[in-house]
């Protein structure tokens, strides 16, 4: 496909292809991010296409089929009735007026960013770019990406030698960073009540991302650059990861105290300022938690700094899959059995209650450490039939009911999907391990919090 030979276009033209929603939007990376992101702007009218290298995720979608649990097919039937479809064909992207680029940045095995798909990502849309086009980057990352990895790649890679527009009078595409604030499993607050943060590369692309982000949602954030919303993005969730690994030391403090920290939490909760809850839980998981701050650390040691807070939240974090193994190999203890050898059925694999995403959940070392120390252990959870091999396991498993809960010597809620009938599970089990406090105001003697 050819590359249109356009000039530059005025501002206003392009915001009039907004108005008028006529503008192209081409996602990039149909993932949780990506396809609920392509979907809002195909039922604000916008003719959407989404971009994946996953040839299996195209297929399913353009056959108005979804892969991900929450998002129903009906609403995938009724966005390509809106002109929505999926392609793995990268030339499409001289066609769009916008192009969103919501593809994963893990880290690697030695804890470092792995940009990757981004920077694949840049190589492969670099050659369809046009004078007047806008590129977004929404992928969480360490501040600087956007200016020094995003661009200089799509410079590079542009047949035209295009070049990014940072004033109204030069002639190039515009690039901003606009990061992501999906809170997947949360329906109660609309994803357009979301105020959306941006930094543009330049005033221009700053206004250019504005105005098609306000199509869909009901507030903008504008900072001075594309660093700042990307450091806002990762305050956010450095914030959230230290906060929880202060809960996470502490409910081990309270265990030797014998206090109960939920009640503690649930009290200090009514304090009407200065106090936001923070849960403790089995350890960290999902895509952003877990991994963003260690791209902040990365960063940091460029400038000579260390990121103490993060490293600390970190270690604490990564501990609690240990911690509950020590709890349940103590409570099985005091039962007169030893973990090696007892049958221990895990509820939950997800990272969070009711969602489907396995990515970094605490659940799957869980259960290879159980493995490693002996015991035969079994899993259920309404999202996975199976478990297999992922980047950081190898569990091979298939799910069971929950059923004859008295033939375990343990069950362990790793996950409190809202499914379970968490009264029931204590009724029937022999013992029970908490680790989300699932089982709060049921009063029995075979239940360990922990
Ligand atoms: N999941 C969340 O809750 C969440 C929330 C906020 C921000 N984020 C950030 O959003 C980004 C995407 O996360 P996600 O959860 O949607 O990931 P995901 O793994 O669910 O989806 C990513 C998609 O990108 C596709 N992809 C990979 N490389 C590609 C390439 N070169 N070209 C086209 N497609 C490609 C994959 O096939 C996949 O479908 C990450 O940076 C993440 O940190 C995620």
């Known amino acids: 496909m050819s590359v249109p030979a356009l000039a530059a276009s005025p501002i206003n033209e392009r915001k009039e292809k907004l108005d008028r929603r006529t503008a192209r939007i081409g996602v990039i990376g149909l993932g949780y991010v990506g396809l609920p992101l392509a979907l809002l702007f195909s039922e604000e009218g916008f003719p959407v296409t989404g971009f994946d290298i996953d040839p299996a995720k195209v297929e399913t979608l353009n056959a108005d089929g979804s892969y991900i649990v929450r998002i129903t097919p009906e609403e995938i039937r009724s966005a390509r009735k809106q002109g929505f479809s999926a392609t793995a064909d990268f030339s499409q992207i001289a066609l769009m007026d916008a192009v969103l680029i919501c593809v994963p940045t893990p880290l690697n095995d030695y804890h470092e960013p792995d940009l990757s798909f981004v920077t694949k990502t840049a190589s492969s849309i670099a050659p369809y770019l046009w004078a007047g086009q806008l590129i977004v980057l929404e992928s969480t990352t360490y501040p600087g990406t956007t200016e020094e990895v995003l661009v200089p790649l799509l410079e590079a890679g542009n047949t035209q030698s295009l070049k990014v527009a940072r004033t109204a009078e030069e002639e190039g595409f515009y690039v901003a960073f606009s990061p992501e604030r999906e809170d997947p499993g949360n329906d109660t607050i609309a994803r357009r009540k979301i105020p959306k943060v941006i930094g543009g590369v ?112 970190g270690e604490v974090n990564i501990g609690m899959p240990y911690y509950v193994i020590d709890r349940a190999t103590a409570a099985l203890n005091d039962r007169r059995k030893a973990l090696n050898g007892s049958k221990i059925l895990v509820l939950g694999l997800a990272y969070k209650r009711d969602i489907d995403d396995l990515r970094e959940s605490p659940a799957l070392t869980i259960i290879e450490l159980l493995r490693e120390r002996g015991a035969i252990v079994s899993y259920n959870d309404p999202f996975f039939p199976t478990v297999g091999r992922g980047r950081h396991y190898d569990l091979n498993m298939q799910r069971v009911p929950v059923t004859s809960l008295g033939d375990y010597d343990a069950v362990m809620i790793v996950t409190d999907h809202t499914t379970y009938d968490y009264p029931a599970i204590v009724r029937e089990s022999q013992l029970v391990i908490d680790t989300r406090n699932a089982t709060k105001g049921i009063v029995a003697g075979n239940i360990v919090r922990c």
């Open 202 to 313: 330049g005033p221009v692309a700053l206004e250019f991302a504005s105005a098609l982000y306000q199509t869909i949602f009901d507030r903008t954030v504008p900072v001075s650059s594309p660093a700042a919303a990307e450091m806002t993005k990762l305050l956010e969730n450095i914030y959230r990861c230290v906060n929880i690994a202060l809960v996470n030391e502490l409910k081990q403090l309270c265990q030797r105290m014998g206090i109960d920290l939920f009640e503690v939490i649930d009290a200090a909760k009514t304090k009407p300022f200065g106090f936001q809850a923070f849960y403790p839980g089995p350890g960290l998981g999902g895509h952003c938690i877990p991994i963003d701050p260690f791209y902040l650390s990365w960063k940091a040691k460029q400038f000579d700094f260390r990121t103490r807070f993060i490293e600390l939240a």
